[in-house]
């Protein structure tokens, strides 16, 4: 079990001043001898300015952790988004590049001295690095220091806070979520899309062809949903600029394509970004029509032609799908129809708040309409 005393922003000269402040309220609350202060508020601040110097900026957090080894630790913990340590182990054995040319000149290998346990986690995406020190405090007295600890560090907060200092915290807190959103979207997209790759397996396996008919289908969804949160990964994790996105996605649904059938498929989009929910279902609703047109639209043809649209119009959002092909079968409506692919494509309309419309007289034409903030 932790229990957080405090987090700090690390964007600045005058925040490192602020954690310097912050540490000594600390290890007055935890009762450090003065030797072991010292050597807490000196190692956080080696650590904090190779934070804003050599990583960027970034973060600090001091917090108490469980008895190791009998003894309750604190943590003070600290990441950036830097490029990372190259030559680690040289820089730990001998201070190397990433010592401080503003501070004491321990860098990384004299803090490591210092503190009781050491851990840095490096690589392209940025550094962790957090220090354990020992605290003269009994496991049941843990929650009850954090809480005073955390409080003397509220009051040295406000006020040593300004303007600018809060602005630069809210701007820290904005980029910890996004990158934790995009860490989400990273993991889900990988996760589906090993799922999308055992599902073309099974298909390739499948003896029969509406088996593997049904498999393949299933592959794109899956797949579809899997490019949704890799754009995420990569973008504001609010919105996606859906013209690319329905490239690929109709890609994907070309493997029903024959042999002896030629389709042009053609995506005109204006790219306005649209809600993310709204692309991924969208990206769905793409995979089942085109898919249909590719099974069913052309039969007996050796060519063909797929449309899709895509544009914003004030605070609504036009989706538009046709082909040239047969259209559907004499008194089939899709607002009716009981098949899966008609069920998901209704229901993710209406989930969206959203209109459909469906003609087929000449090929099947497709007309949807959502409001963009629903």
Known sequence: MAQTITSLSLTAADDVKVLQQITKAVAEALSFKQFHATRLVTCALELARNVIEHGGGGYARLSLHEPRGGAVMLRVAFADQGPGIGDLDQVLATGGARSIGHGLGLGLAGVRSMADEFHVDTGATGTRIHADFAAPIETPDLARVAEHAGNRCDEILMRESNADRRIRQLESDLNARELTIGEVHHRTANNLTMIASLIRMEQR???GEETRDVLASLGIRVDSMARTHKLLQDG???????????QQITALAETFNRAD??????????DQPIPARLALDL???TGELVTNAFKHAFPDRSEGRISIQIVSQN????YRFSDNGI???EGEQPERS????????RSTVSSNLGHM???TKTGLSIEMSFPRFA
């Open 236 to 246: 504001s994790g609010e919105t996606v600029a859906p013209g690319a996105y329905l």
């Open 357 to 359: 419309t469906v003609k």
């Open 283 to 285: 990206g769905l609703i």
């Open 205 to 207: 396996r499948a003896k």
């Open 338 to 345: 009981g098949s899966l692919g008609w069920r998901l494509i």
């Open 327 to 329: 259209g559907l079968p």
């Open 261 to 270: 059938l030629q389709v042009a498929v053609d995506i005109d989009s204006d």
């Open 315 to 318: 605070d609504t959002i036009l």
